[in-house]
């Protein structure tokens, strides 16, 4: 495995492109992206990167040239190519919408019946239309799918949503989402067992990655008659650490909380008599 290299297919630009470096950096892996450079190594772990369209990501791992991609899920599905779906990565969080003028009153998927739709991702679209049972005249277009309603292609739309903004300013509404994204991590089918152990080993650095953003490291100080209370409200990775304080009476007790606990549980901790409550962020969590 001493010469072996996993080959990543990454968006060669823009915020999926950014973002996917900053997984990479966050994973100890340190790669330079020249100007206009299509591929690039890193200089500490045994992986080569390709700046690929997003498009054609899933077709490069299905080919092989790339062993692994990171890409949104709305392409891997639109594309239909033979990779699988390893992990979803949490960043590039979109939703492929259905989009109608304002003004337009949208009861449901019938108003799309017999309608003309303009969308870069037919194929996702017309197993919509399918699964509705809904016939309407589907207008393959690439880039700038809002202004189709404006110009008279389209009664409506459905392409990537993020904030909405782009739909507000063309004068449309979103009105049914049939698709949730994110950036995922997908595999050749195929992968020698060489590559696969250098991707376990990129998964285990990912995954250590997701954990601590998904935690926080927290430490409060506490009376020791509350202790019993206090140490209920934290479940940790396994139990919270308590140790003694000069001040006699008191503890210091260290733990972590889940990102979507946590609100409430520092409501109630301090509700429970802690004090001096620390948050502290996570860069990295093996369990």
Not at 36 to 42: C, G, M, S, V
Not at 227 to 248: D, F, H, R
Not at 263 to 286: C, R, T
Request: charged fraction near 25%; glycine fraction near 6%; hydrophobic fraction near 40%.
């Amino acid at each position: 495995m001493q010469n072996e290299k996993l080959k990543l297919a990454i968006q060669k630009s823009g915020r999926l492109h950014d973002d996917s470096m900053k997984l990479l950096k966050e994973c100890g892996i340190d790669i330079t992206n020249g100007v206009n450079k299509l591929k690039t190594e890193a200089s500490n772990f045994p992986i080569e990167v390709f700046f690929l369209r997003d498009d054609d990501i899933p077709q490069y791992v299905e080919d092989t040239v790339a062993d692994i991609g990171f890409v949104g899920e709305n392409v891997v599905f639109e594309k239909n190519k033979k990779v699988s779906v390893v992990e979803k990565l949490g960043f590039g969080k979109c939703r492929l919408s259905i989009a109608v003028k304002k003004g337009d009153v949208y009861a449901g998927p019938e108003y799309l019946q017999g309608k003309k739709i303009a969308t870069s991702y037919p194929v996702l679209l017309q197993k919509y239309l399918q699964q509705k049972n809904i016939q309407a005249e589907i207008h393959e277009i690439s880039g700038s799918v809002e202004i189709a309603p404006g110009i008279g292609l389209a009664d409506a739309i459905c392409d990537l949503v993020s904030s909405g903004s782009t739909l507000f300013m063309n004068g449309l509404a979103e009105s049914e989402v049939i698709l949730n994204s994110q950036a995922v991590l997908i595999q050749n089918e195929q992968l020698p067992i060489t590559r696969q152990q250098l991707l376990n080993k990129l998964m285990f650095r990912i995954q250590a990655v997701k954990k601590a953003k998904n935690n926080k490291y927290v430490l409060l100080n506490a009376p020791n008659h509350k202790l019993t209370e206090i140490i209920a409200l934290l479940p940790g990775m396994k139990s919270p650490t308590v140790l003694p304080l000069a001040e006699e009476g008191w503890s210091s007790v260290h733990s972590v909380l889940s990102e979507n606990q946590f609100w409430d549980i520092i409501e109630q901790l301090k509700n429970a008599g802690a004090q001096g409550i620390l948050v502290v962020p996570i860069e990295k969590m093996i369990i």
